[in-house]
């Protein structure tokens, strides 16, 4: 499934990772998680040597097909801004693997949208090995995580299911490769249908994608990246009433964040997309 898209981002980053802001609500299944894996990890602390990182980042963007609407005539544009900040906690388990564990805390705003304002809340535990010494050995990470979205609308809110494999490399001071192949799986509360025989679990969404990406430094501050990206799954598309989405889509309810006439729907989809950016860290 294709769709116009394009997209402005300008990013302002601390330390290294990401982060999208806004203060949540109560996330009790994603907190009971976080702090499960947090307990263990501070149990195995005392055996490994472990290090904290914490970092940050903020981006501002315009989407100019925020619903994935296939009719140019159902098309919304929205600005967002959105933030996000991650707690880890870092242990090398001896000279090949090492263990991490922790949080993310996110978050966007949308200038017009205000539906789709959301804070989630994500716990996160994943194992690297290290085929070698050095900065130059190749590595493979595992990660699994388990988080809870909730959104101003309500109706999206959703627990978020996320597993992943990574591979890496470094070949140079300059130059890394990285490709991840990952699954998630988001479940929502269904929505009542409002036709009989069609399901309202419009929300809910099963996907597969594979992403890889190349870094190159030009300073020891400022890098260049190019990305790529293929994607199998759930694809949700929100658009005017039309009666001919009942036939083609797995569910369809009401997206009254987009309009009083507005469904949502969904429907299998394959993504491909590109990304090329230049980061400055502070």
Not at 16 to 34: D, G, H, K, L
Not at 49 to 70: E, F, Y
Not at 224 to 241: E, K, Y
């Amino acid at each position: 499934m294709m769709r116009p898209v394009s997209r402005s981002p300008v990013t302002a980053t601390l330390h290294n990772a990401e982060m999208r802001c806004q203060v949540p609500r109560t996330f009790s299944r994603a907190i009971r998680a976080w702090l499960t894996a947090f307990l263990a990890l501070c149990a195995l602390s005392h055996t490994a040597r472990a290090d904290w990182t914490l970092a940050t980042s903020a981006a501002v963007a315009h989407d100019n097909n925020v619903g994935n609407a296939r009719n140019y005539g159902s098309v919304v544009e929205d600005s967002f801004a959105a933030a996000t900040v991650s707690l880890l906690q870092l242990m090398q388990l001896d000279e090949n693997y090492s263990l991490a564990a922790g949080g993310n805390l996110s978050g966007q705003i949308y200038d017009r949208l205000s539906g789709l304002n959301d804070a989630s809340l994500e716990g996160v535990l994943s194992l690297k090995r290290k085929w070698g010494l050095g900065a130059f050995a190749p590595w493979v990470r595992a990660a699994v995580s388990l988080g809870r979205a909730d959104y101003a609308d309500g109706y999206r809110n959703a627990t978020i299911y996320r597993a992943a494999l990574e591979v890496g490399k470094r070949f140079d001071e300059r130059l890394s490769l990285w490709a991840n192949y990952g699954f998630e799986r988001r479940l929502a509360r269904p929505v009542e249908a409002e036709l009989y025989g069609v399901s309202g679990d419009v929300f809910s969404q099963n996907g597969r994608s594979l992403k890889a990406g190349l870094q190159y430094s030009l300073t020891p501050r400022i890098s260049l990246s190019l990305g790529s990206l293929w994607r199998r799954g759930d694809v949700i598309s929100t658009t005017a009433a039309d009666p001919y989405i009942y036939a083609y889509s797995k569910a369809v309810a009401p997206d009254p964040t987009f309009g009083a006439d507005a469904y949502a729907y969904r429907l299998n989809g394959t993504t491909y997309g590109a990304r090329l950016g230049a980061e400055y860290s502070l």
